[in-house]
């Protein structure tokens, strides 16, 4: 009961904020309130007994890439938008194909698999399910090759950005 | 211990949630308001497959949203580089004004 609670409470929060992330004018609001949707998200994470990923993603995501996004916004000092959204055609077919997404979703996520009716029931959890030693088992060995491609994908990403962000690119 | 919560539900706001983000990208004109939408649906899928993840009782959905965090984090520091390129040259971030590539 207190989990159900706890689920529509964060992702009210979610849905609320991410709907000010489109529809703000103002940068800045924009970037603070994605904000409130990643934390939001990761007390969701909680919920789903994610506790590693949930603290990545308030590390990472909330941390690291919000505040490299605020700095963009402040270092470009970008006024509002006017008009706010694409003018003509291009918006009503924005929101005739994101509605078109919106109820495939939705369909997709409400069919009953094909094998019997709905999803079974969740498998019982391991008691380290979750946590940075079980995560970083499996990390380190089946997955160490994409572990280590990843290092090099920021890598590249380092350089990359050194090089776009240099005067005299273009 | 079973969930309080159908794993559906979970689905259903990482389609609302995607959505939203698809509506970002679609309608707005600022490039920093449309890659925070990118943001915000790479987020969904996170949480699809961290509910699958719960669901199946496995860590593999924790590692694709640890790669997926990677991504986003290159994604995010080659993205913001190259609109601050722009912006020097072309002194706007709207995504209407940028059309070197149009005839």
């Known amino acids: ?170 | 211990m079973a969930p309080t919560v159908p794993l559906v539900w979970y689905q259903i706001l990482a389609a609302v949630l995607f959505t939203i983000g698809v509506v970002g990208v679609l309608v707005r004109r600022s490039a920093l308001v449309i890659f925070m939408s990118i943001e915000l649906m790479l987020n969904a899928v996170n949480l699809s497959f961290v509910a699958f993840s719960r669901q199946h009782a496995s860590m593999d959905g924790h590692i694709f949203v640890f790669f997926v965090m990677a991504v986003a984090a290159a994604e995010v520091a080659i993205g913001l580089a190259i609109i601050v390129a722009i912006f020097r040259n072309r002194e706007t971030a709207s995504v209407d004004d940028v059309h070197l590539l149009k005839g």
């Not at chain 1, 309130?33 to 007994?49: C, D, E, M, N, Y």
């Not at chain 1, 009953?112 to 079980?134: I, K, R």
């Open chain 1, 1 to 170: 009961m207190f989990e159900l609670l706890l689920f529509g409470m964060l992702s009210g929060i979610a849905i609320g904020c991410a709907l000010g992330v489109v529809f703000h004018r103002n940068p800045v609001h924009c970037a603070l309130l994605l904000v409130g949707v990643l934390i939001s998200v990761a007390g969701i994470f909680i919920l789903l007994h994610a506790q590693f990923v949930a603290a990545l993603q308030v590390i990472v995501y909330a941390g690291a890439i919000m505040v490299l996004f605020l700095f963009v916004v402040m270092l470009l000092n970008i006024k509002g938008e006017t008009p706010l959204l694409t003018p003509g055609a291009a918006k009503f077919f924005g929101f005739l194909f994101a509605l078109i997404v919106f109820v495939e979703l939705i369909w997709t996520a409400v069919q009953p698999s094909p094998e019997g009716q709905g999803m079974p029931d969740a498998a019982p959890l391991p008691a380290d399910f979750g946590s940075p030693a079980a995560l970083g088992r499996v990390l380190y060995t089946v997955w160490l090759y994409p572990f280590e491609i990843t290092s090099i994908l920021l890598l590249v990403a380092v350089i990359g950005a050194v090089v776009l962000a240099k005067r005299k690119f273009f």
